[in-house]
C-alpha cells in the first residue's frame, strides 16, 4: 500500500515561511494529482491546495491564495507546499493527498490517498 509521507511542519510566529515536503513511498504515484488537505482544532477538515500530474495546473482555497504556492518533482516522487506571510489561523494539521483524478482529489473523495499529517502551529 502506498504510503505518503510529510516532512517540513512545525512552530513558526506570524507572518514567518514553512515549507512542506510529501514523498509517496512507489514510484507509481509519481505522476498522480497531489494535494494538502488541513483540520484545525474543533474544526472540519478542509482543501488547501491541489497540483495537476504534470503542474500545469495548481488550486487554492481563497484563504490561501497569494501565499502558499504547491509544487512538485515527479523524479523525486515528491509534493511542496511552500507557506509565507503565516497566520495563527493556518494552525493545523497538514495532510497531503494523492488521486489519479483531480477533481476527486479536491473533494476529498472516499478511496483517494492520506499522509499522516503533519503539525503546523502559528504562534501570534
Known amino acids: 500500500q502506498v504510503q505518503l509521507i510529510e516532512s517540513g511542519g512545525g512552530l513558526v510566529q506570524a507572518g514567518g515561511s514553512l515549507r512542506l515536503s510529501c514523498a509517496a513511498s512507489?514510484?507509481?504515484?509519481?505522476?498522480?494529482?497531489k494535494g494538502w488537505f488541513r483540520q484545525a482544532p474543533g474544526k472540519e477538515r478542509e482543501f488547501v491546495s491541489a497540483?495537476?500530474?504534470?503542474?500545469?495546473?495548481?488550486n487554492y482555497a481563497e484563504s490561501v491564495k497569494g501565499r502558499f504556492t504547491i509544487s512538485r518533482d515527479n523524479a523525486k516522487n515528491t509534493v511542496y507546499l511552500q507557506m509565507n506571510s503565516l497566520k495563527p489561523e493556518d494552525t493545523a494539521v497538514y495532510y497531503c493527498?494523492?488521486?489519479?483524478?483531480?477533481?476527486?482529489?479536491?473533494?476529498?473523495?472516499?478511496?483517494?490517498?492520506w499522509g499522516q499529517g503533519a503539525q503546523v502551529t502559528v504562534s501570534s
Open positions: 497540483i495537476s500530474w504534470n503542474g500545469a495546473i495548481t
Open positions: 512507489e514510484q507509481t504515484f509519481a505522476n498522480y494529482p
Open positions: 493527498v494523492a488521486d489519479w483524478n483531480l477533481p476527486r482529489l479536491q473533494k476529498g473523495a472516499s478511496g483517494i490517498y
